[in-house]
């Protein structure tokens, strides 16, 4: 009987060997979790149960236990590095079977989706055309590389103080854009058509009495509503304000006219210019789309428009057009959520990686390549954006190192050597005592 607990313990200490070792392999394994080696006595029982003056049978093995803790995140420079911070796995698709890891050393494949070394695809939640992030429903991560269409400009939303001791312009003087004689201040904005196609808006503000002030309007140097005008004729409006400074009323053309105010906000309707027709003259002549189903406008909004006795200056100004955008850099931020960026000073979702966690990670089946799978002793993952609920938070650039602690396994792989030879003794000791029964007969 001796011979076969000794025998046990042997196999016990080489087992925990071979766990120590596997470890010790695997220290410098992106996301490799550590194992343990789990052992349970063994006595033997008959019917009616154990006795109490039995002696055991040795010791067997339990079970193999990874240990789930969080290693190190280091940072790579990479940004489709990713590590979890917390909680969690990210998602792997195999052509539709999912697996688990906390390695997130990604790479994109030829077809431009996210993928591990061996080419299994990253899931997550794609985006609508407003680069909305989708919520609930699980796709293959793509980095688009396409061009961003352009946006023509449809508003234009700026805060203006037009200095209120700014010396009054005589209605004797005609306005002229080169006459810097004939107008208090001037704007330029940049502003783009249905094509992409870069303008400037120029507005020029006349101070004409107390409180009152006129706007003329160019785009390239042209009427917008009638670009063949000769000589250009600029887009008048009229601002008058309070004696607090705040914007009291405005004017410009009749109702229909394609240049009239609607709640303190100049509407310019029917500009859609679809081409330059000379781009080599100064400014560029471009011409309209020639179709009225198909004419846009911008809306200038003058809401915050000041009369102060501070300098006239723009204090601030946005507009939603856009020229076209190539691609020139990703980012990821904790949450998942992916951004590009484009050339055209634009950015937007483009997805967000999903992460899975689950009630018993011991339960998870190792399948190799620092992937595991479901099991029905796991339970089915939680799949979700990070940082939501009990989620970790995605760090990019960066990856998860293996949480094996060497010094711990150093100090383990003594432990099983000396089990080992000490079950060796159980053994050698057994035969002495036999050799000796033998020797007596």
Not at 294 to 302: H, V, Y
Not at 387 to 416: D, P, R, W, Y
Request: charged letters at 15%.
């Amino acid at each position: 009987m001796s011979f076969n607990i000794g025998l046990s313990g042997l196999y016990a200490a080489n087992k925990q060997l071979d766990v120590t070792g596997n470890n010790i392999a695997n220290v410098a394994t992106t996301g490799f979790k550590s194992s343990r080696a789990e052992f349970a006595d063994v006595y033997s029982a008959n019917k009616l149960g154990v006795g109490s003056s039995n002696i055991g049978n040795g010791v067997r093995l339990a079970a193999v236990s990874q240990q789930f803790t969080n290693g190190d995140i280091n940072n790579t420079g990479n940004v489709l590095d990713m590590g979890i911070q917390g909680q969690g796995f990210f998602v792997l698709s195999d052509n539709g079977a999912l697996s688990y890891t906390r390695a997130g050393a990604f790479q994109t494949n030829k077809d431009n989706y996210v993928v591990t070394a061996d080419g299994l695809r990253l899931r997550g939640y794609g985006v609508d055309a407003n680069g909305k992030v989708i919520n609930g429903v699980l796709t293959d991560l793509k980095i688009d590389t396409s061009a961003l269409a352009p946006k023509s400009t449809t508003a234009i939303d700026q805060g203006l103080n037009l200095n209120s001791s700014d010396k009054t312009i005589p209605a004797t003087v005609t306005f002229s854009p080169t006459d810097e004689n004939s107008w208090n201040k001037t704007f330029a904005t940049k502003i783009y058509d249905s094509q992409g196609n870069e303008h400037v808006m120029d507005q020029y503000y006349v101070k004409t009495g107390t409180n009152t002030w006129k706007s003329y309007t160019l785009v390239d140097g042209r009427n917008p509503l009638n670009p063949a005008q000769e000589p250009p004729q600029p887009l008048v409006g009229n601002i008058e304000f309070n004696s607090d400074g705040s914007v009291k009323t405005m004017t410009a053309g009749a109702a229909g006219s394609g240049y009239e105010v609607v709640n303190k906000v100049f509407k310019l309707t029917g500009w859609v210019p679809a081409t330059v027709t000379n781009p080599n003259a100064t400014p560029p002549v471009w011409g309209s789309n020639g179709s009225a189903a198909n004419a846009g406008g911008i809306s200038i909004d003058m809401t915050a428009t000041t009369s102060y006795n501070t300098p006239t200056t723009r204090l601030s100004q946005s507009q939603d057009g856009y020229a076209t955008g190539i691609l020139s850099n990703l980012s990821i931020d904790s949450s998942g959520v992916m951004f590009a960026s484009f050339s055209n000073q634009q950015s937007r979702a483009i997805g967000q990686v999903a992460i899975a966690s689950f009630a018993n990670e011991q339960g998870l089946q190792p399948m190799g390549g620092t992937r595991w799978t479901e099991t029905y002793s796991s339970g089915i993952p939680g799949i979700d954006a990070p940082k939501t609920g009990t989620l970790g938070s995605i760090q990019s650039n960066s990856l998860e190192a293996s949480n094996v602690n060497l010094t711990n396994e150093l100090v383990e792989l003594i432990k099983a050597q000396s089990n080992y030879q000490a079950n060796a003794k159980t053994i050698s000791t057994q035969s002495t005592i036999m050799q000796t029964i033998i020797q007596m007969t």
